[in-house]
């Protein structure tokens, strides 16, 4: 079998078992649509209700940390030449009105 080969295979693979995880979503109820956002897993759902309510706060601001760090890190490498002052402007001004 040729690279290419192995490689079609592979794709092929997760192909169908993302269908299979589709038709599980489907089965159990689950909107696929434009207008869900998200689907939590079970295991996942179980897992957060288990937390108190500051174990979940901490969660979200470890998440909104990793974002500003991630998005000014981005911002430095792209645009070297910003000041620190115009790289806090755009991280508002993404959170604010998205990238567009």
């Known amino acids: 079998m ?11 693979k997760q192909a169908e078992e993302t269908l299979m995880d589709a038709e599980k979503m489907l089965q159990k109820n689950l909107r696929l649509d434009r207008g869900q956002i998200e689907v939590v897993d079970d295991r996942v759902a179980e897992i957060l209700r288990k937390k108190t309510g500051q174990e979940r706060l901490e969660m979200v601001w470890d998440s909104w940390d990793f974002f500003c760090q991630w ?18 402007k755009e991280i508002a001004r993404r959170v604010m009105y998205g990238t567009k």
Not at 5 to 10: A, G, I, N, Q, V
Not at 71 to 87: F, G, M, R, S, V
């Open 2 to 12: 040729t690279d290419k080969e192995t490689l079609l295979s592979y794709r092929l």
């Open 71 to 88: 998005i000014e890190a981005y911002l430095k490498n792209i645009h070297p030449e910003w000041t620190q002052e115009q790289i806090q």
